[in-house]
């Protein structure tokens, strides 16, 4: 059984750089078909995919955030990182991480339990 | 990017009742749709993938369907524990999009 949990700080001031960890249990973050991806939701709003890193290291970012965003993979603690800079208090979401099976028809079949960033001074 | 728009935002059903949702794509996507259903203070859980497989371990009164541009959730009787939040989500194309949702409640 694959999860994944999302680690990092809660709190975050604005200008400074959001960074969060997400520890995989159950596959490997550098093989098998899988997209490793980060995606973001506002208190009581939708979904925001932010990006995602194939088992290759291939990384694609959404186009809205791509000058902000990096995700980059540690693979001897079988992680995956998401760092967003220059936050603003619209970057306050949940941010989930989360494994999306790739060959064909793609889809988000495991989550982390998603940890809440706020940014305030 | 592909819009993804869902529709109703919200409803109110009894216990028993037939759920229809839909979802129409901005452009075409095959049969790149799937559905998730989300609770509160839970994150998303796959409920249809590919338009109308159904993720295992999902009670088959969850069905989807469609191709194209315009898709349908059907619960076809809506139990308790199915009252939440469904949102559609496109995997034609990057970026990925999800719907706005639509919150299913008790009438």
């Known amino acids: 059984q694959v999860q994944l949990q999302e680690s990092g700080p809660g709190l975050v001031k604005p200008s400074q750089t959001l960074s969060l960890a997400c520890t995989v249990s159950?596959?490997?973050?550098?093989?098998?078909?899988?997209?490793w991806s980060w995606i973001r939701q506002p208190a009581g709003k939708g979904l925001e995919w932010i990006g995602r890193m194939y088992t290759s290291g291939t990384i694609t970012y959404n186009p809205s955030l791509e000058s902000r965003v990096t995700i980059s993979v540690d693979t001897s603690k079988n992680q995956f990182s998401l760092e967003l800079s220059s936050v603003t208090a619209a970057d306050t979401a949940i941010y989930y991480c989360?494994?999306?099976?790739?060959?064909?028809?793609?889809?988000?079949?495991?989550w982390g339990q998603g940890t809440l960033v706020t940014v305030s001074s | 990017d592909i819009q993804v728009t869902q529709s109703p935002s919200s409803l109110s059903a009894s216990v028993g009742d037939r759920v229809t949702i839909t979802c129409r794509a901005s452009?075409?996507?095959?049969?790149?749709l799937n559905w998730y259903q989300q609770k509160p203070g839970k994150a998303p859980k796959l409920l249809i993938y590919?338009?109308?497989s159904l993720q295992s371990g999902v009670p088959s009164r969850f069905g989807g369907s469609g191709s194209g541009t315009d898709f349908t959730l059907t619960i076809s009787s809506l139990q308790p524990e199915d009252f939440a939040t469904y949102y559609c989500q496109q995997s034609y194309s990057v970026p990925r999009t999800f719907g706005q949702g639509t919150k299913v409640d008790i009438k």
């Open positions: 452009q075409y996507i095959g049969s790149y």
């Open positions: 590919a338009a109308s």
């Open positions: 989360a494994k999306e099976t790739s060959g064909g028809r793609d889809y988000f079949d495991y």
């Open positions: 159950g596959a490997s973050v550098n093989s098998g078909s899988y997209y």
